[in-house]
């Protein structure tokens, strides 16, 4: 049975699946009864001068029937006396002492910082994260997201978070930025053992068409909150691969955005970080779904023969590459098959109407299995993404011998295009009806 | 009548067919995965169901199979013949919202499929711990103790009387339910994983099999069931083409091609049994009439079951008795009269006699206790001829016996024969443990 041992930055757990710092994390009891269910840490609910929230605080985009597929709210950081918290950290650690605690920070001055990670590591806490993610209520403080934008005053707050700590201390970073490989080198400029990702991203869910006023609401106003849940975690993913591949981070990844699954936290692995964080999905179904994750992520690795965590940390980050790196010579076209398909032809219109008119429907009465033309295909995967049925429609690669030559390879040789109207446009000889194609039929019947 | 296996297998289409992996993504994407979730509790086995489905919905087969066997050894036997509508999906919250709840058996035949195709080892056997424990009868208890007995490290031999595994599991359970192959090849599974050992053709009954196996091994678990029809006492019961429904389900599932019955059948009964008889002599294309001697309200069968027989073209008679069977070398025609039930007791009308005919008479008029005839020194039964145990730890009033299935619940379901089998096995372990301390 593959070992689930995690490691973040000298930070060992039971296994790489921790609470993210949200209302699951509040409470000593929220947090042991989360360790006798199966997690491996948890990073505390935001600790500073506590404050005072407001009522009606989430927000939820539903999909279809899908509850929450987004979630946001407009919730601040603890709103619990320190002292309390710090003598339940103490209790939890001995309950557990083996489960990893992590006491989530959000202050102001530097001695401020210096008394409160004293405060936590007295009380036992095996790590500390820094919040510069809150992007609402805390920023317009001067604190939370208003430092993580700002890389100069991360590494400042980073360095001071050094000097007291004794333990590793990890940055926790919003994603509310342009390049998120700015703070994150801040941080590691700063000192800081490890980074987590991402914090929420600003959002408003939906607006009440007869309030007008967006939810949630507060006394018939909103405010913009944090969105997380599943919707968010392409946005993570793409940002925990680039720090990743940044050479001057360097430093371990915690994934966090998006997790409700075992395959959810191993995309975020494969592509960088050492263990995850998980908020949204515990809010939704309780602690209980760290079963399913244990569980898949070991079957996971039993299957591929991977004996620790190690050997799948990471392995996804050199299978992305930039842009104009990528082959242009390689070509799939779709391939529809026929037992499996159920004749909904939500391929047929995707493509005629979304896409390059590179399906055609049956003449024969009856017939509703649509025909891919292949010279049509750019093999853009459209259709395949649309096919209600599973493995329906497959990207089958249509060899050829032209080798290996991507947009860079192009440019050198002289093979990219330089004006509007050059010859070597690479749809320059795609087929595309005639404009007046489109409206054939109604004519015909006029 | 069906005379290929190809008509028979029309005949007998599956009620809760194998999913392909479409439905099962889509139907597995419905579960809310529910806090202390009601369709748990109302499991016998208490499989932790929600967390299967969600494992199949993540594409983690194995492991959804996983958390199915470490509850129920017979996870995909159940998933086919359990009565759902009454356990599981009988509980699943959406029936309160009135809409379809969720097919948790089919979801959970998916998931064992995958496995036993695979043939994935899924367990780890604890080392051996030098105990050995006999198992009497190969039906789901008797298996199901068995595979939790290998588990925890004892060596086991089963003994059981018939010539194939699985009770009645596999020749009682209807045909449209589950395959006879589909049965053996998941004990076959099970054996292969566990490596516990059977004995076939072998009965065990007489004091002195008894003495032998209680100085050979360190427990023994009865899971020995039921016996034969209690045939009820009225002249011409004996004639060959009268029979006990149980007998007859026993034929007709070995020999399905084989098996005669014939144009007018009646079935005598109104449990599930009696059901399953109607059920299949109809799907082999005879008339078949239901003669039952209480009310369509009293009957014992669950309501989908007597669905399940109308849907089939089977004619039910409700309060009305058998009084005689007619007829000379065969049964020919049998004589009932009306009954109405008064203040809970049954009484027969007078002057309302009315002949039925028939050419094949089914009797299903329940199960015969066969405990008397095990010669068990101390073992004692309770009224009603069931086996009397530890409600806890399935042991018996003889210590060294435990038992469980439907010789201690006088007749249920397999998945309670599972769960009481598991059990027993439990209680044996910690009783062999607190002995050695
Ligand atoms: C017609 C019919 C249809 C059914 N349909 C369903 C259904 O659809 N769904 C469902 O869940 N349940 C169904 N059941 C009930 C289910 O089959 C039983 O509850 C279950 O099989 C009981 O398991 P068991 O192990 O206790 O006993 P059995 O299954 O009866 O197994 C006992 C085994 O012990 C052997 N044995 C008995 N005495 C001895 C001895 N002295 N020495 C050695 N071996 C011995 C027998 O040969 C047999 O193999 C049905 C039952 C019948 C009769
Ligand atoms: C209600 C709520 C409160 C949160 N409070 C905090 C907080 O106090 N400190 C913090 O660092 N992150 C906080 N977060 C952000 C989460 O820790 C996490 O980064 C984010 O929700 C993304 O993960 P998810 O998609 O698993 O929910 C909060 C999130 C939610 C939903
Ligand atoms: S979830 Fe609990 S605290 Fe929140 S509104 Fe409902 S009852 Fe109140
Ligand atoms: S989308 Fe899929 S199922 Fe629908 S018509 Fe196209 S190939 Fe067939
Ligand atoms: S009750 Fe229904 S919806 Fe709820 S967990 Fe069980 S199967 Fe899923």
Redesign the interface.
């Known amino acids: 049975m593959a070992d689930l041992t995690a490691n973040l930055a000298g930070i060992i757990s039971p296994n790489p699946f921790w609470l993210a710092s949200a209302p699951p994390t509040n409470s000593g009891y929220q947090v042991m009864k989360a360790f006798d269910a199966g997690w491996g840490g948890a990073v505390w609910k935001t600790l500073g001068v506590p404050v005072i929230n407001v009522s009606s605080r989430y927000g939820a985009v539903n999909y279809r029937d899908s509850r929450i597929m987004g979630f946001n709210n407009i919730e601040l950081i603890t709103d619990r006396p320190l002292t309390d918290n710090l003598k339940e950290i103490e209790e939890v650690k001995k309950y557990f002492p083996d489960h990893s605690v992590i006491a989530s920070l959000m202050v102001q001055t530097k001695e401020e910082w210096h008394q409160i990670i004293k405060d936590v590591e007295n009380a036992g806490a095996d790590g500390i994260e820094l919040n510069f993610g809150c992007p609402h209520g805390m920023c317009e403080r001067g604190m939370g997201s208003a430092v993580g934008q700002e890389p100069a005053v991360l590494q400042t707050i980073t360095e001071w978070a050094k000097e007291a700590a004794t333990v590793p201390v990890i940055v926790k970073l919003t994603p509310n930025i342009t390049d998120i490989t700015e703070p994150a080198r801040a941080a590691a400029a700063g000192g800081a053992d490890a980074i987590s990702l991402i914090n929420t991203i600003q959002s408003i869910v939906n607006v009440d068409l007869d309030t007008f006023a967006p939810n949630p609401q507060v006394d018939g106003k909103s405010t913009h909150g944090g969105y997380c849940g599943p919707a968010v975690k392409p946005i993570a993913l793409n940002m925990v691969k680039s720090c990743a591949q940044d050479e001057n981070v360097g430093i371990p990844i915690s994934g966090i955005g998006g997790i409700e699954s075992w395959r959810d936290a191993t995309e975020h692995m494969l592509l960088g970080a050492s263990n995850v964080q998980v908020c949204t999905a515990a809010m939704h179904y309780g602690f209980g779904i760290v079963r399913e994750m244990i569980s898949g992520l070991e079957q996971y690795m039993d299957d591929k023969g991977f004996n620790k965590l190690d050997d799948l940390i990471g392995k996804s980050v050199p299978k992305v590459e930039s842009w104009e790196h990528l082959n242009l010579n390689y070509k799939v076209i779709a391939e529809i098959d026929e037992k499996k398909c159920i004749g909904c032809q939500l391929c047929y219109i995707a493509c005629e109407d979304g896409a390059h008119q590179a399906i055609s429907l049956s003449k024969i009465e009856g017939v509703r299995v649509p025909q891919i033309i292949d010279e049509n295909c750019v093999g853009c995967n459209l259709c395949s993404l649309v096919c209600p049925v599973e493995d329906c429609i497959t990207m089958v690669e249509s060899k050829n011998n032209k080798g290996h030559e991507s947009w860079s390879d192009y440019m050198d040789s002289g093979k990219a295009p330089e004006n509007f109207d050059d010859d070597r446009a690479g749809g320059k000889n795609h087929w595309v009806p005639k404009p007046s194609d489109a409206l054939k039929d109604k004519k015909e019947s006029r | 009548m069906p005379t290929t296996p190809k008509e028979f297998t029309e005949n007998f289409e599956q009620l809760k067919p194998l999913m392909d ?2 439905m099962a ?1 889509y139907e597995s ?2 579960c809310l ?1 529910c ?1 202390d979730a009601p369709c748990i509790k109302a499991c016998p086995t208490s499989i ?1 169901i929600p ?1 299967f489905i ?2 199949i ?4 087969l ?2 959804a199979a ?2 199915i066997y470490s509850s129920n050894f017979f996870g995909h036997t159940c998933g086919k013949v359990c009565p759902t509508e009454v356990l599981c999906e009988g509980a699943c919250v959406y029936n309160e919202q009135g809409v379809k709840p969720i097919e948790i058996g089919r979801l959970q035949s998916h998931a064992t499929t995958a496995a036993i195709k695979n043939s994935k080892q899924l367990f780890k056997k604890s080392e051996s711990n030098n105990h050995k424990v006999a198992v009497v009868g190969a039906g789901p208890s008797g298996l199901s103790c068995a595979c939790e007995l290998s588990l925890l490290g004892y060596e086991v031999d089963i003994f059981e009387t018939n010539s194939k595994p699985g009770g009645l599991a596999l020749n009682g359970t209807a045909p449209y339910k589950i395959t006879n192959d589909e049965v053996i090849e998941e004990i076959d599974y099970l054996q292969d994983q566990f490596g516990f050992n059977v004995v076939y053709n072998k009965r065990i009954d007489t004091s002195r099999e008894f003495k032998n196996l209680e100085e050979k091994y360190d427990a023994i678990f009865l899971g020995i069931g039921l016996g034969k029809t209690n045939i009820p006492s009225t002249e011409g019961t004996d004639l060959e083409n009268c029979i006990g429904a149980t007998e007859f389900i026993e034929d007709f599932k070995m020999n399905p091609l084989q098996v005669k019955v014939g144009k007018k059948v009646v079935v005598i009964g109104g449990g599930n049994t009696a059901m399953d008889a109607a059920s299949e002599c109809a799907r082999i294309g005879a008339d078949v009439t239901l003669i039952y001697r209480r009310s369509k309200e009293e009957m014992g069968a669950y309501e989908f079951e007597y669905d399940l027989i109308k849907s089939v073209g089977a004619k039910a008679i409700f309060n009305a008795n058998l009084k005689e069977i007619r007829g000379g070398f065969l049964v020919e025609e049998l004589l009932c009269i009306r009954t109405q039930s008064k203040n809970g007791k049954l009484e027969e009308l007078e002057n309302s006699e009315f002949s039925v005919p028939c050419d094949f008479l089914i009797l299903a008029t329940g199960q015969e206790k066969q405990t008397d005839i095990l010669e068990i020194p101390l073992l004692e039964y309770d009224s009603k001829g069931r086996i009397k145990i530890d409600s806890k730890t399935m042991q018996c009033s003889n210590g060294k016996y435990f038992a469980g299935g439907d010789a201690v619940n006088g007749g249920a379901e397999v998945v309670n024969a599972c769960a009481e089998g598991k059990q027993a096995a439990q209680g044996i372990d910690s009783f062999l443990k607190n002995k050695e301390i």
Do not use: P, V
């Open positions: 992996a479409n993504y994407s419905r995965f806090y932790d967390l969600k494992q919905n993540t594409e983690n194995t492991g996983k958390t």
